[in-house]
């Protein structure tokens, strides 16, 4: 089962930026936190993933919360491009590199 | 560009008629995926390469194979398909399954399956 809970849907105007939760009360503490998202009709595309520190790259920020059991994508000026559902990961360890999908959230980015 | 591809995009096939999707990467990766994604959910791991070693979920039905002849390629193997084989078929590669580094998985297009 999935190690991660997020909201089905979330709205978010062009060239705001895009807050997308995730909880993961049970992480362990070797554990890492992965972002996918999968834009309709396509393969899932990697975003960003971290530990315990705040990591940014360039297509995203990923706030991860001190007791590490929730964390935060922020996509700092949302397209329309960006419209797609964005999965929030814990990575499994020890087990061949899985990726465990929940359901995700669908972004609707609107002009 | 460095890539995954899946071939054919789209693929059709008869009730009980072996069918077989191909995936090829250019990353030289050593970790091939498969994964099934069915209208409207998450994808769901089948089975996994890491070289030569095969590694299948305990879920994954026996209907479903997987050969790697070589780094490149992999491919998925339906010996029986029923109509709730129906679904997209990604294919994905990364670098390691170890912690702490960047072994993100990269995904192909996928290869939509329909049963007739």
């Known amino acids: 089962d999935a190690k991660t809970t997020q909201p089905t849907s979330m709205d978010c105007a062009e060239g705001r930026a895009a807050n997308l939760p995730c909880n993961h009360s049970?992480?362990?503490?070797?554990?890492?936190v992965y972002w996918y998202r999968q834009i309709h009709s396509q393969g899932p595309q990697y975003i960003i993933h971290g530990l315990k520190n705040n990591e940014t790259n360039e297509m995203a920020s990923l706030i991860i919360t001190e007791d590490r059991k929730s964390s935060t994508l922020i996509l700092p000026h949302a397209t329309l491009r960006d419209t797609a559902v964005y999965y929030c990961i814990v990575r499994a360890v020890n087990q061949g590199g899985k990726l465990i999908f929940g359901q995700g959230t669908e972004l609707s980015v609107k002009p | 560009d460095a890539m995954v591809i899946q071939n054919p995009r789209y693929q059709v096939t008869q009730f009980g008629k072996p069918v077989t999707l191909s995936c090829s990467q250019t990353?030289?990766?050593?970790?091939m995926y498969w994964y099934q994604q069915k209208s409207s959910q998450a994808p769901k791991l089948l089975f996994h390469y890491y070289d030569k070693d095969f590694n299948n979920e305990a879920d994954t039905p026996d209907n479903f194979q997987s050969r790697r002849p070589n780094t490149s390629f992999c491919f998925l193997d339906i010996r029986s398909p029923g109509l709730g084989d129906a679904a997209m078929y990604l294919c994905a590669t990364s670098r390691s399954t170890r912690q702490g580094i960047r072994d993100e998985q990269y995904f192909g297009p996928g290869t939509r399956l329909t049963v007739t």
């Open positions: 049970t992480i362990s503490g070797n554990e890492y």
């Open positions: 990353l030289n990766h050593n970790v």
